[in-house]
């Protein structure tokens, strides 16, 4: 009798934590699976902001945006390379352009590799509509680096240390913007000094 | 046979924890955003009453990627006494409300483009329990929920104006 019940037990239990592990593998790694890549190496997901359909979706965006904007309020894209593919390095200086873009207000904002604001008080997080003014050739401009310098417009990376991602927001878009994200003229992140990697 | 039986109890010991760990994967996956909406009322706290951030900093730890240029206000709403009122003062730039349910579901969204005065919607179970003067009826799908108000405020003076202008907006049981 307690050979059997140790035998059942253990397939039960052996189930459950491969069941669970793999539901638990499936909402954290997933949400990769729908993310799509535009111009510039900015990439955006496909279900963010989107109405859940099935459990799986539903689990997939509580995971990777709860309490998110619908598409139609915000669309989301993120960036985490360099124009040569490189990850996005604290010890590097960038300037970051860009013309219009296709919505009623916008937003970039530096986050640490653990996807927070990073640990430093600068109060230099992010670049928005209101504050980016273009230049003579209807550019706005701004440096993304630890130290502010002589910038104009300025981003902090200041212990944001190496594999920092830019998030862009895009408030009320344009439908043309929501339904062909691959239409938008993606602002262009530019490296202007990185120290030579160590080898 | 006792290598029959060492096979047949191998396949009932494989069949017992594939089904185990279907229904394991199945019950995780349809419990999780509950789980982790639940984990989000926890912390935004209270009940009928707007959590008020301050202004989002490096300090800010509770939902990732949060945006230093919005003024985040939360209320987790229960409708199990009757139906909520919820009311937001206007504000001169973006400004928006969004409704969850209980499994994370965003059920209703309303921006100034549409209400440029503000909001105000009561929040009901049922269609029916709406007091008769509510203006904006909204059902929701659960009896908890979380609303959330965004305001534009990317510099601190803004962010100073979006504290007195959120300073009386409404979460509270509806007048009957």
Redesign the interface.
């Known amino acids: 009798m307690a050979r059997r019940i140790l035998?059942?037990g253990?397939?039960?239990?052996?189930?459950?934590?491969?069941?669970?592990g793999?539901?638990?593998w499936?909402?954290n790694r997933a949400g990769g699976w729908f993310d799509q890549s535009y111009g510039g190496g900015w990439r955006g997901n496909a279900l963010a902001?989107s109405?859940?359909a099935d459990?799986?979706t539903?689990?997939i965006?509580?995971?990777s945006?709860?309490?998110?904007?619908?598409a139609?309020?915000t669309i989301y894209f993120t960036l985490a390379q360099d124009a040569e593919g490189r990850p996005l390095d604290e010890a590097c200086v960038y300037e970051l352009s860009g013309g219009a873009l296709p919505a009623?207000?916008w937003?970039v904002?530096l986050?640490a590799p653990d996807?927070?604001?990073?640990?430093?008080?600068d109060?230099a997080?992010?670049i928005?509509a209101?504050?980016a003014q273009p230049g003579a050739d209807g550019r706005w401009r701004a440096r993304i680096s630890a130290g502010r310098g002589d910038a104009a417009n300025w981003i902090s990376s200041r212990a944001a240390h190496r594999g920092y991602s830019l998030?862009l927001?895009l408030?009320?878009p344009r439908q043309e913007a929501r339904e062909h994200p691959d239409t938008i003229a993606f602002p262009e992140l530019t490296a202007l000094s990185c120290p030579e990697p160590v080898s | 046979m006792p290598g029959a039986s060492v096979v047949n109890?191998t396949a009932?010991?494989?069949l017992?924890?594939?089904?185990?760990?279907?229904?394991?994967?199945?019950?995780?996956?349809?419990l999780?955003?509950s789980m982790?909406?639940a984990a989000?009322m926890e912390r935004i706290g209270g009940a009928n009453a707007w959590a008020h951030a301050p202004r989002?900093?490096?300090a800010?730890?509770t939902?990732?990627?949060?945006?230093?240029?919005l003024a985040y206000s939360a209320c987790v709403f229960d409708l199990s006494h009757g139906p909520v009122r919820i009311a937001a003062a206007r504000w001169d730039?973006?400004m928006?409300l969004?409704l969850?349910d209980a499994?994370?579901?965003?059920f209703f969204?309303v921006?100034d483009?549409e209400a440029p005065d503000g909001f105000d919607v009561t929040v009901v179970r049922r269609a029916r329990d709406a007091p008769d003067d509510a203006v904006n009826v909204v059902v929701s799908p659960s009896a908890k929920g979380?609303a959330?108000v965004?305001r534009?405020a990317?510099?601190p003076d803004r962010f100073a104006a979006a504290e007195r202008a959120r300073a009386d907006d409404i979460c509270a049981p509806a007048q009957r």
């Open positions: 035998f059942w253990a397939a039960v239990l052996i189930g459950a934590l491969i069941g669970a793999s539901a638990w499936t909402i902001g109405q859940a459990p799986y539903r689990a965006v509580a995971r945006g709860l309490l998110a904007l619908s139609r309020e009623r207000w937003s904002t986050y996807k927070y604001l990073p640990q430093n008080n109060r997080f992010s928005d209101t504050r998030t927001r408030y009320q | 109890a009932r010991f494989a017992a924890a594939v089904a185990a760990a279907v229904l394991a994967h199945l019950a995780f996956i349809s999780a955003p982790m909406m989000a989002v900093t490096e800010a730890r939902i990732v990627r949060p945006s230093p240029d730039a973006y928006s969004s969850y499994q994370s579901d965003n969204v921006s483009m979380v959330l965004r534009l990317p510099t």
